[in-house]
């Protein structure tokens, strides 16, 4: 199984900066790893697939980036609403994988 | 707008089984693959289980090959997951989920609780 290693577990940002959070894989996963948002009361939110793809309706201060087996989900300009856990996920084989997910609080 | 809302959780024994079922709106449910992942308490999110568009291709993580079955019914656009020979590791959330575009999920439901416990 292709191991996700997620960083930092916790963060802490103000509004208006701008974060990183990490993904590293066992192996190589070419471009195929996605990011989702968690928050309580929420669905799960798909952010970017194929690495560095933004969904649809998804603000464009997020982006992705890396491929191979180092990811990185950057967040520019935080909103209030950006605060929570986020999750890579990768998408190259079964078993899918997650990583371990980032928590994103205010500071 | 697309909806996925799970139901059919709760309580339960191990050893025991028990049927969830997700009830799809707001898109063409036979065109799309569709999946369950789970969270068991306080941990991350962890697929389960993987069904393609039509029924004919299933895929299982190990731990739960042979005791679980994903099946969908498309004239109802409803998925299911058969779970039997619970175990008390089985507990978590599960989330119904849309595969998106290649081995992603691009909508989630809210998820059903499963408590397996004696």
């Known amino acids: 199984d292709v191991q996700m290693t997620q960083s930092p577990y916790n963060l802490a940002a103000s509004p208006g900066e701008s974060v990183s959070i990490n993904c590293k894989a066992s192996?190589?996963?070419?471009?195929?790893l996605a990011w989702f948002q968690q928050k309580p009361g929420k669905t799960n939110k798909l952010l970017i697939y194929?690495?560095?793809t933004l969904q649809s309706g998804i603000p464009s201060r997020f982006s992705g980036s890396g491929s191979g087996t180092d990811f990185t989900l950057t967040i520019r300009s935080l909103e209030p609403e950006d605060f929570g856990l986020y999750y890579c996920?990768?998408?190259?084989?079964?078993?899918?994988?997650f990583g371990s997910g980032t928590k994103l609080e205010i500071k | 707008e697309v909806q996925l809302v799970e139901s059919g959780g709760g309580l339960v024994q191990p050893g025991r089984s028990m049927k969830l079922s997700c009830a799809a709106s707001?898109?063409?449910?036979?065109?799309?693959?569709m999946a369950w992942v789970r969270q068991a308490p306080t941990k991350g999110l962890e697929w389960v289980a993987t069904?393609?568009?039509?029924?004919?291709?299933?895929y299982y993580r190990d731990s739960v090959k042979g005791r679980f079955t994903i099946s969908r019914d498309n004239a109802k656009s409803t998925l299911y997951l058969q779970m039997n020979s619970l175990r008390s590791e089985d507990t978590a959330t599960y989330y119904c989920?849309?595969?998106?575009?290649?081995?992603?999920?691009?909508?989630w439901g809210q998820g059903v609780m499963v408590i397996v416990s004696s």
């Open positions: 989920a849309r595969a998106g575009y290649g081995y992603t999920f691009d909508y």
């Open positions: 707001g898109f063409t449910f036979s065109n799309y693959g």
């Open positions: 069904i393609s568009y039509d029924g004919s291709s299933t």
């Open positions: 192996k190589s996963i070419s471009k195929y």
């Open positions: 194929d690495g560095s």
């Open positions: 996920q990768q998408q190259n084989e079964y078993p899918l994988t």
